[in-house]
Structures are given as structure tokens and as C-alpha cells.
Nanobody
Framework: VQLQASGGGLVQPGGSLRLSCAAS????????IGWFRQAPGTEREGVSC????????YYADSVKGRFTISRDNAKKMVYLQMNSLKPEDTAVYYC????????????????WGQGTQVTVSS
């Protein structure tokens, strides 16, 4: 099982980035996938999640209306489109696999990608 996050970078406030999470070694459609982020000195925060079963999604209040999660099970990819980025969105972003349900509880996730750095700064 592998998850590989990519697409991070440096962007100005108000800009956009699309993060990608490439899944391998398992059947993506059977699992929920979550995006988390962690800034220096802070706890890991659940940002968004896409369910395996009913297509439901979750967004943290801090990103609602700006971020959009999507998945392409055939391509084994999950995406996080991030618009109207703010300096407080600066963090390392991780994708992770959850066997049961969409949740922001990091302890429920069994496999994690390596993270991709997002820096929002002018």
C-alpha cells in the first residue's frame, strides 16, 4: 500500500493549487481518503475527506467554500483543489487511507503519504 501526495508549492495569497494523491497497492474505491495538514508547532488537522461508499465529503470549517476534494477511482487518484489560499493554509499536506468511513480522526487512518509542502506567502 502506498499513497503519494504531490502538487505543493509556493503560491501568493488568493492563489490556487491542486494537490494530488496517487494510490497504489489497494482498490481505491473501497476506502475513504482524507487530507490532513500540519503546520510547525501545531497538531495535525483534518482538512477534507471523501467517502468510499456514498460519495459524501467533509470539509473543515476553515476551508469550506475554498477547497474541493474529488476522486477518480479508475485512475486511483484523489485531488484537493485549493482556491483563495491564505497564509494560514501554509502547512505540510498529507493524504491518508481510512478503511471504514470519512472522519477527521487521524488515528483511524491506517496508511499515510509522505506529505507535500504548501506555502502561501507574498
Amino acid at each position: 500500500v502506498q499513497l503519494q501526495a504531490s502538487g505543493g508549492g509556493l503560491v501568493q495569497p488568493g492563489g490556487s493549487l491542486r494537490l494530488s494523491c496517487a494510490a497504489s497497492g489497494f482498490t481505491l474505491e473501497h476506502y475513504a481518503i482524507g487530507w490532513f495538514r500540519q503546520a510547525p508547532g501545531t497538531e495535525r488537522e483534518g482538512v477534507s475527506c471523501t467517502s468510499s461508499s456514498d460519495g459524501s465529503t467533509y470539509y473543515a470549517d476553515s476551508v469550506k467554500g475554498r477547497f474541493t476534494i474529488s476522486r477518480d477511482n479508475a485512475k486511483k487518484m484523489v485531488y484537493l483543489q485549493m482556491n483563495s489560499l491564505k497564509p494560514e493554509d501554509t502547512a505540510v499536506y498529507y493524504c491518508a487511507r481510512e478503511p471504514l468511513t470519512c472522519t477527521v480522526e487521524a488515528d483511524w487512518y491506517d496508511y499515510w503519504g509522505q506529505g507535500t509542502q504548501v506555502t502561501v506567502s507574498s
